[in-house]
């Protein structure tokens, strides 16, 4: 069969009326092609079985220093269409919405009334400009039976260590899905040596400044493919605010009511740039990002915030403290519930920090007060409760590398049972190129007989998850210092249905 996402990423990159179809949409004008208004692109995310979000921005000027993109404050009518083929000849919903300039002129439609399981294109229209064009997929019924299911995820993509050589491939793939595990942005104002320096050029504090580096990183035609390729599941970790912050903590000793504002400017240009549901739109700090979803018979998707909720990182002595936590009562309240109830054949854990224990080893930075490490009796209690459910299995980011782990009932003890499994994945740049492995790896792997696999290239990991086994392939490319380049399979791991833990294949 064709592949849709290969062809979408070429009209990501062309653009233009012709290479978009000629349908019109009610009541706007016929398109001139230019497509100066979406100059950030199209997303979809958070697919249900019968509904998914849209997502674009109108900016004009994108990393205008005001953050309002080029816009004027007044509202601008957003048409939107969906349709079950590519030229837009059987349009099955349609709409107009407001672009808000409270709201940066984004846009999130929560378009309902879908068909399950099923791939629909969709494109936005403002004026006399058409977008590119979107590839989204609805999920399948909870409890429906399915076959497989593809997913890829992804974290840490800074923009000026490196090009998203990595994305530019993903998006040629044929996924249901993909999950981001947070820092989406980096808060700081570094330049790099390849010419994709911060802007603005410090760091980011305020709305405004917040908005221009979300833009900036947008602006990125290889991202762009794969959120016009996918829908996406997205959730934060700490650099879309800033380093380390932990609940009203600051690591830069911000007065937490200053912290506060800081974090509901972040949040709101979050939300601003990403396919999120309105139950997402943040309530100035607050912000509910922690949520399930379900595909079929085969998946079970909860979300977790590590970030929010957590107790202020501590030193060595104070970390088995049972009072500390990582999720906070009423979020490790709500996972406990949804792994306790009726599952999917697989329960996946999305979070952000490294879950495994890391023991010291010579030569290796492995103790790291930002990983659930910091937080031992929390992440005991978590572990027993995966203990006791169905195929547990967590995917984590934040780490700059690849590695793959068996957690264990006791990580003291190594001959104990595995009771799930953790796949870690690399950054898409952060960290420039990166290397197959140090001697500190080794030395890692030798204190840690949990981890299975160290690398510290860069990448994603592709999954493909089956009714009697899950799949994980993980994928580098050779650099992120240039644009373009060759990416191959480095190490593949299956995790057996009813059987913690991975092995090679």
């Known amino acids: 069969m064709p592949d849709p996402a290969s062809t ?14 000629v349908a019109a949409l009610t009541g706007v004008a016929t398109p001139t092609g230019r497509r100066e208004l979406f100059t950030l692109g199209v997303a979809s995310g958070d697919p249900l079985p019968d509904a998914v979000v849209l997502w ?11 953050g ?30 407001v672009a808000q300039g409270e709201q940066a002129h984004s846009v999130h439609v929560e378009v309902a009334g879908l068909r399950p399981g099923s791939e629909y294109f969709y494109r936005f229209r403002a004026g006399n400009e058409l977008s590119p064009v979107g590839r989204t997929k609805t999920a399948p019924p909870p409890g429906a039976r399915l076959d497989r299911f593809a997913f890829a995820f992804a974290s840490c993509q800074h923009y000026a260590d490196g090009f998203y050589n990595a994305y530019a491939h993903l998006a040629r793939q044929d996924f249901d899905l993909v999950v981001f595990l947070g820092d989406y942005i980096y808060e700081g104002g570094s330049q790099g040596s390849i010419g994709r320096g911060h802007r603005p050029a410090r760091d980011v504090r305020t709305l405004a400044d917040y908005r221009v580096r979300f833009a900036q990183y947008k602006t990125d035609t290889d991202l762009q493919a794969a959120h016009a390729a996918f829908p996406w599941v997205a959730v ?44 997402q739109r943040p309530a100035g ?28 990182q501590v ?44 023991n010291p080893a010579s030569g290796a930075q492995t103790r790291s007060d930002d990983a659930w490490d910091d937080y031992e009796a ?51 740049t952060s960290e420039g190129d990166g290397v197959d492995h140090t001697p ?60 913690p833990g991975a092995r090679f294949r």
């Open 236 to 279: 934060f970790d700490d650099h879309e605010v800033e380093n380390n912050w932990a609940g009203d903590h600051s690591e830069s000793g911000i007065p937490p009511a200053q912290f506060r504002e800081r974090r509901a400017h972040a949040f709101q240009a979050y939300y601003e740039h990403l396919p999120l549901r309105a139950a």
């Open 378 to 428: 929390e992440r005991d209690e978590v572990r027993d409760h995966l203990a006791r459910t169905r195929n547990p299995v967590i995917i984590t980011g934040d780490a700059h590398a690849n590695f793959v782990s068996d957690v264990k009932a006791d990580f003291a003890v190594p001959a104990s049972a595995t009771v799930a499994t953790e796949l870690i994945g690399t950054s898409i």
């Open 315 to 358: 030193p060595d002595a104070q970390r088995d403290d049972p009072g500390r936590t990582m999720l906070g009562a009423a979020q490790k309240a709500w996972l406990f519930r949804n792994l306790s109830g009726p599952t999917a054949r697989w329960n996946v854990l999305a979070q952000q920090v490294f879950f495994s224990q890391l």
């Open 68 to 97: 309002l993109g080029g816009m004027a404050a007044a509202p601008v009518p957003v048409g939107w269409q969906v349709a079950a083929d590519e030229s837009f000849s059987q349009v099955v919903r349609s709409g107009t919405t």
């Open 285 to 312: 700090p607050a912000m509910t990002i922690h949520r399930r979803l379900t595909f079929g018979d085969l998946v079970d998707l909860h979300v977790l915030d590590t970030r929010q909720h957590r107790s202020v």
């Open 440 to 499: 500190g790896d080794l030395a890692q792997l030798r204190a840690n007989p949990h981890l299975r696999f160290v690398n510290r290239q860069r990448g994603y990991v592709a999954n493909l998850v089956a009714p009697g086994e899950w799949a994980a392939t993980y994928r580098v490319v050779e650099r992120v210092s240039r644009p373009g380049s060759p990416v191959h399979d480095r190490a593949g791991f299956v995790v057996a249905d009813a059987r």
């Open 8 to 21: 979408i990423r070429r009209r990501v990159l062309l653009g233009g009326a012709a290479a978009l179809g």
């Open 56 to 66: 674009t921005r109108l900016a004009p000027d994108p990393l205008a220093p005001d």
